[in-house]
């Protein structure tokens, strides 16, 4: 049974925070040091902590819609929130932007950087590794200027079927007759119409439903021969050349990782990326491919690359399990998902991917058409501001611009949209209890990675470590505070992001590239700092960085969690909570006033006798 004991320690002569009249800061410290194993689940199931609750249901506050207003939303959150609305958590769901040439000059990077972007997405179908350097450039300078700390994604291509090159664009009518042949030369002439991959006349079967760009032109298999299919358009448009093509319920028989892929994968590596996002994953053999590839190039432990799979074809959803497993987090790539399967699937295949990223303690994007409205428009539609309300509600980490923020009209407007309404559902969620915090009431609970119930023969455990987690994360609920960790390797911030607290997560780490992966996680904000051989240098010093930022105030309590792996100021079988309360800013008493008000009259009356004067003291 695991023993806990509680002490309170305040230094010889030290005030209470509370006491009236307060001059100096009371280090007031809360220590809950835990040695040993982990409480036996006698009943099947383990008791929800007792919470606190708002006034107003999660429903009842979603309902009432979301204010673009921030004067507005204010008010209401403090009417719905009275709990929270004097110490309201800032937005913990983080936002991914794609860069583009709406956004990638220096003024303009940086004010999507200052507005609230977390990780920048280098999308490798658009732009050359020229271009790319040059944003990657922007991030280290940015991240240098201690401001805040972005990540970066570097998004593969990806085997794709393509249209060939037209002499002009067709103008396609339904029921007219249109062939698609891997011969070469077709130009569009009597409506023959190249394609890039050979095995597209295997792919296709008579019946298969054929699309362009995703949906917006659509035609039906009539015949084929060994070069040409034959096709009658169902929904007709204007066809244009290297035209992205799917069949409906298929994926193509590509290989995942094309040639142009391991370029840019390469160049990844070079450049220290942070997160590769790869294409239109099939299987989880293709990730252990480049997870074996990339430990061969010595990208592991701290220097490890996060491999995210993109969920976006028939074959990655048949094998959903597997790749989630073999993977370091997932994106929801609804784009191709909605073509590959039919679009009323999409919502449910989100809210699995979703809930199968949360269950394994892995970040998941939500990506795709979220504000796609807003590349021409200032203004979002209801529907796009409702799509990233359940996006933050089923408990994605991240949420993704793409055109909004690459090429838009608005791309600013976008991302401040985007924050204000994951912060706003944020808010109205509040009201939610124990660890049911996200995702349907139809879905199972999210609970344990590691279930506590399984034989854990050491403190070393990491079943150990997430327990450990789970109960920093109801104490700092509890007392409606943060969570302040020093990591190392990131293990510990990952798995406290994992019970989604209600108040952020400061990681303190002394290794760059933990930081910067950090910066993908639910809650998190990574601060980067050289670790003291004392623990309590750190830790003031990491307190007084907190209060410089603005992070916590005077009289704050915090929740000061020592745990993971890899012990830092302590031993191998010790993990501990210390709650301390943040230094009150020194406020001078009367006589020090006094004393100041009589040296400014005298200095002025020195000046007035034409006298320099001397330093006063």
């Given at each position: 049974?695991?023993?806990?004991?509680?002490?309170?320690?305040?230094?010889?002569?030290?005030?209470?925070?509370?006491?009236?009249g307060?001059?100096?800061?009371?280090?007031?410290?809360a220590?809950?040091?835990?040695?040993?194993?982990?409480?036996?689940?006698?009943?099947?199931?383990?008791?929800?902590?007792?919470?606190?609750?708002?006034?107003?249901?999660?429903?009842?506050?979603?309902?009432?819609?979301?204010?673009?207003?921030?004067?507005?939303?204010?008010?209401?959150?403090?009417?719905?929130?009275?709990?929270?609305?004097?110490?309201?958590?800032?937005?913990k769901?983080?936002t991914?932007?794609?860069?583009?040439?709406?956004s990638?000059?220096?003024?303009?990077?940086?004010?999507?950087?200052?507005?609230?972007?977390?990780?920048?997405?280098?999308?490798m179908?658009?732009?050359?590794?020229?271009?790319?350097?040059?944003?990657?450039d922007?991030?280290?300078?940015?991240?240098?200027?201690?401001r805040?700390?972005?990540?970066i994604?570097?998004?593969?291509?990806?085997?794709?079927?393509?249209?060939?090159?037209?002499?002009?664009?067709?103008?396609?009518?339904?029921?007219?007759?249109?062939?698609?042949?891997?011969?070469?030369?077709?130009?569009?002439?009597?409506?023959?119409?190249?394609?890039n991959?050979?095995?597209?006349?295997?792919?296709?079967e008579?019946?298969?439903?054929?699309?362009?760009?995703?949906?917006?032109?659509?035609?039906?298999?009539?015949?084929?021969t060994?070069?040409?299919?034959v096709?009658?358009?169902?929904?007709?448009?204007?066809?244009k050349?290297?035209?992205?093509?799917?069949?409906?319920?298929?994926?193509?028989?590509?290989?995942?990782?094309?040639?142009?892929?391991w370029a840019?994968?390469?160049?990844?590596?070079?450049?220290?990326?942070?997160?590769?996002?790869l294409?239109?994953?099939?299987?989880?053999?293709?990730?252990?491919?480049?997870k074996?590839?990339?430990?061969?190039?010595?990208?592991?432990?701290?220097?490890?690359?996060?491999?995210?799979?993109?969920i976006?074809?028939?074959?990655?959803?048949?094998?959903l399990?597997?790749?989630?497993?073999?993977?370091?987090?997932?994106?929801?790539?609804?784009?191709d998902?909605?073509?590959?399967?039919?679009?009323?699937?999409?919502?449910?295949?989100?809210?699995?991917?979703?809930?199968?990223?949360?269950?394994?303690?892995?970040?998941?994007?939500?990506?795709?058409?979220?504000?796609?409205s807003?590349?021409?428009?200032?203004?979002?539609?209801?529907?796009?501001?409702?799509?990233?309300?359940?996006a933050?509600?089923?408990?994605?980490d991240?949420?993704m611009?793409?055109?909004?923020?690459?090429?838009?009209?608005?791309?600013?407007?976008?991302?401040d949209v985007?924050?204000?309404?994951?912060?706003?559902?944020?808010?109205?969620?509040?009201?939610y209890e124990?660890?049911?915090r996200?995702?349907s009431?139809?879905?199972?609970a999210?609970?344990?990675?590691?279930?506590?119930?399984?034989?854990?023969n050491?403190?070393?455990?990491?079943?150990i470590?997430?327990?450990?987690?789970?109960?920093?994360?109801?104490?700092a609920?509890?007392?409606?505070?943060?969570?302040?960790v020093?990591?190392?390797?990131?293990?510990?911030?990952?798995?406290?992001?994992?019970y989604?607290?209600d108040?952020?997560?400061?990681?303190?780490?002394?290794?760059?590239?933990?930081?910067r992966?950090?910066?993908?996680?639910?809650?998190?904000?990574?601060?980067?700092?050289?670790?003291?051989?004392?623990?309590a240098?750190t830790?003031?010093?990491?307190?007084?960085?907190?209060?410089?930022?603005?992070?916590?105030k005077?009289?704050?309590?915090?929740?000061?969690?020592?745990s993971?792996?890899?012990?830092?100021?302590?031993?191998?079988?010790?993990?501990?909570?210390?709650?301390?309360?943040?230094?009150?800013d020194?406020?001078?008493?009367?006589?020090?006033e006094?004393?100041?008000?009589?040296a400014?009259?005298?200095?002025?009356?020195?000046?007035?006798?034409?006298?320099?004067?001397?330093?006063?003291?």
């Amino acid at each position: 049974m695991m023993q806990c004991s509680v002490s309170t320690v305040r230094p010889f002569g030290a005030f209470s925070p509370h006491q009236a009249g307060t001059r100096r800061p009371a280090h007031t410290t809360a220590r809950v040091l835990c040695t040993a194993t982990p409480p036996v689940n006698r009943g099947g199931g383990r008791p929800e902590p007792s919470r606190p609750t708002t006034a107003t249901s999660a429903v009842a506050g979603y309902a009432k819609g979301i204010s673009l207003s921030p004067s507005l939303a204010s008010q209401q959150l403090d009417d719905e929130h009275g709990e929270y609305s004097l110490n309201a958590p800032p937005r913990k769901t983080k936002t991914v932007c794609t860069i583009g040439p709406t956004s990638c000059d220096r003024e303009a990077f940086f004010r999507l950087a200052d507005s609230g972007m977390n990780v920048v997405r280098l999308n490798m179908s658009h732009g050359d590794h020229a271009s790319h350097q040059q944003v990657i450039d922007l991030v280290r300078e940015y991240n240098a200027m201690g401001r805040r700390n972005l990540a970066i994604m570097l998004d593969t291509k990806g085997p794709e079927v393509r249209s060939g090159d037209l002499t002009q664009p067709l103008e396609l009518r339904a029921g007219e007759t249109v062939t698609f042949t891997i011969v070469a030369g077709a130009d569009g002439t009597n409506n023959r119409i190249g394609v890039n991959y050979d095995g597209f006349i295997d792919d296709v079967e008579l019946g298969d439903i054929l699309l362009v760009d995703g949906g917006i032109m659509s035609a039906v298999v009539r015949s084929k021969t060994d070069t040409d299919v034959v096709t009658e358009i169902v929904d007709g448009g204007s066809m244009k050349s290297r035209r992205h093509l799917n069949i409906r319920g298929k994926s193509a028989n590509l290989p995942a990782i094309t040639d142009r892929d391991w370029a840019d994968i390469r160049f990844g590596l070079e450049q220290g990326v942070d997160y590769y996002a790869l294409s239109f994953v099939r299987t989880a053999d293709v990730i252990y491919e480049l997870k074996d590839w990339l430990a061969r190039a010595g990208a592991t432990g701290t220097s490890a690359i996060g491999v995210l799979a993109k969920i976006e074809s028939a074959d990655s959803v048949a094998n959903l399990d597997a790749i989630l497993d073999a993977v370091d987090g997932a994106m929801v790539a609804r784009g191709d998902l909605g073509a590959e399967l039919p679009v009323e699937e999409v919502p449910y295949w989100q809210s699995k991917i979703v809930r199968g990223c949360r269950k394994r303690g892995k970040p998941v994007i939500v990506a795709t058409n979220m504000l796609e409205s807003m590349i021409k428009c200032p203004t979002p539609t209801r529907a796009e501001v409702s799509d990233i309300a359940i996006a933050v509600r089923e408990g994605a980490d991240a949420v993704m611009l793409s055109g909004e923020t690459a090429h838009g009209s608005f791309p600013f407007k976008s991302l401040d949209v985007m924050a204000m309404v994951a912060r706003r559902t944020e808010r109205a969620m509040l009201s939610y209890e124990g660890a049911r915090r996200y995702g349907s009431e139809e879905s199972d609970a999210i609970d344990w990675i590691m279930p506590p119930s399984r034989s854990m023969n050491s403190l070393s455990d990491v079943g150990i470590s997430e327990m450990f987690a789970y109960h920093a994360v109801t104490m700092a609920n509890t007392i409606r505070t943060s969570l302040v960790v020093f990591s190392r390797k990131g293990h510990m911030p990952a798995l406290l992001s994992h019970y989604r607290p209600d108040y952020p997560i400061y990681c303190f780490t002394e290794n760059e590239a933990v930081q910067r992966r950090m910066a993908l996680l639910h809650g998190v904000t990574a601060i980067y700092t050289r670790f003291s051989e004392k623990a309590a240098v750190t830790f003031d010093a990491a307190i007084e960085e907190l209060k410089q930022r603005g992070y916590v105030k005077g009289g704050q309590l915090v929740a000061i969690v020592q745990s993971g792996r890899q012990p830092i100021w302590r031993s191998s079988s010790t993990h501990s909570i210390a709650v301390r309360a943040v230094p009150r800013d020194v406020v001078p008493d009367d006589s020090d006033e006094e004393e100041e008000e009589k040296a400014k009259a005298k200095a002025a009356k020195v000046g007035r006798a034409g006298v320099t004067p001397a330093v006063l003291t």
